[in-house]
T-cell receptor
Framework: DSGVTQTPKHLITATGQRVTLRCSPR?????VYWYQQSLDQGLQFLIQ???????AKGNILERFSAQQFPDLHSELNLSSLELGDSALYFC??????????FGPGTRLTVL | EDQVTQSPEALRLQEGESSSLNCSYT??????LFWYRQDPGKGPEFLFT?????EEKEKERLKATLTKKESFLHITAPKPEDSATYLC???????????WGAGTKLIIKP
């Protein structure tokens, strides 16, 4: 158990809908990262927050947004969902620039 | 351009057959190299951090080593439960973001 929690574990929704994924980092970690992993693909970095502020952006679509709250938990919002958004979404956390610890992921299925 | 390359893409071994996975990197000023294990449908599990050339870390049947240009993950007498995708990553120069290799899929046959 990495100490990073993600909810929900599974999410099934329809095209055009909006969903919110939630992540709670390890105790003491200030950085939260979001990744997308499509079937048999590598990890695609989406966005990073550090202590409530956006720090880095990767290949994140304009339909996706995220935020980190004062209690350091983070939410990833995905809107106008398309079939191609079906993937595993991972959250990771770190103290600083060191190793990242990953949550169990949310499996999103868009029908 | 900062880059991380892993080889081979896939490796099939018999149980007990030792081998090594490679992670080569080109970054300006290495600030650590991380190894992870990922099982299908699960989040990557942190294994090791290496910071300087010559450093070695061990965990059960795994040993990670680091040179100035690459890292090796040696697997000694592997068991079927060692089957997984092994990923390496290095921090980018500018922020906390990691550059990830594509991974090596390791399959250990009983």
């Amino acid at each position: 158990d990495s100490g990073v929690t993600q909810t929900p574990k599974h999410l099934i929704t329809a095209t055009g809908q909006r969903v919110t994924l939630r992540c709670s980092p390890r105790s003491g970690d200030l950085s939260v990262y979001w990744y997308q992993q499509s079937l048999d693909q590598g990890l695609q970095f989406l966005i990073q927050y550090y202590n409530g502020e956006e720090r880095a952006k990767g290949n994140i679509l304009e339909r996706f947004s995220a935020q980190q709250f004062p209690d350091l938990h983070s939410e990833l919002n995905l809107s106008s969902l398309e079939l191609g958004d079906s993937a595993l979404y991972f959250c990771a956390s770190s103290v600083g620039a060191g190793e990242q610890f990953f949550g169990p992921g949310t499996r999103l299925t868009v029908l | 351009e900062d880059q991380v390359t892993q080889s081979p893409e896939a490796l099939r071994l018999q149980e007990g057959e030792s081998s090594s996975l490679n992670c080569s990197y080109t970054v300006s000023g290495l600030r650590g190299l991380f190894w992870y294990r990922q099982d299908p449908g699960k989040g990557p599990e942190f294994l090791f951090t290496l910071y300087s050339a010559g450093e070695e870390k061990e965990k059960e049947r795994l040993k990670a080593t680091l040179t100035k240009k690459e890292s090796f993950l040696h697997i000694t007498a592997p068991k079927p439960e060692d089957s997984a995708t092994y990923l390496c990553a290095v921090p980018m120069d500018s922020n906390y973001q990691l550059i990830w290799g594509a991974g090596t899929k390791l399959i250990i046959k009983p």
